[in-house]
């Protein structure tokens, strides 16, 4: 098993910048692939960014794109999501995942693991 933690978010003005950290422990954090996902209230989890064992394959939902970035340090144990250019939409709690397959997914059943979520809060 793998326990996650996530740290970093908060209350942001739009366009404003956070960068949230997820701390793994258990297993070798190197077997999993990572991903992010977000929850708005009344709304479904959604898909934000996956990064491979390696970080050779990187995915982003359209929504993000060219916003946010992904990056794991393996040594460290931690994957990062770097938000940039915040917007009010992005208002959600951000849960880190960990999947043991080979390929990153976009589908939140398809991870193993979750961490207990960050806010983010993005003021107009």
């Known amino acids: 098993q793998v326990q996650l933690v996530e740290s970093g978010g908060g209350l942001v003005q739009a366009g404003g910048s956070l960068r949230l950290s997820c701390a793994a422990s258990?297993?070798?954090?190197?077997?999993?692939?990572m991903g992010w996902f977000r929850q708005a209230p009344g709304k479904e989890r959604e898909f934000v960014t996956a990064i491979s064992r390696y970080g050779d394959n990187i995915y982003y939902a359209d929504s993000v794109k060219g916003r946010f970035t992904i990056s794991r340090d393996n040594a460290k144990n931690t994957v990062y999501l770097q938000m940039n250019s915040l917007k009010p939409e992005d208002t959600a709690v951000y849960y880190c995942?960990?999947?043991?397959?080979?390929?990153?997914?976009?589908?939140?059943?398809?991870?193993?693991?979750w961490g207990q979520g960050t806010q983010v809060t993005v003021s107009s």
């Open positions: 258990g297993r070798t954090f190197s077997r999993y692939v």
């Open positions: 995942a960990a999947d043991d397959r080979t390929v990153p997914s976009t589908s939140w059943g398809s991870y193993d693991y």
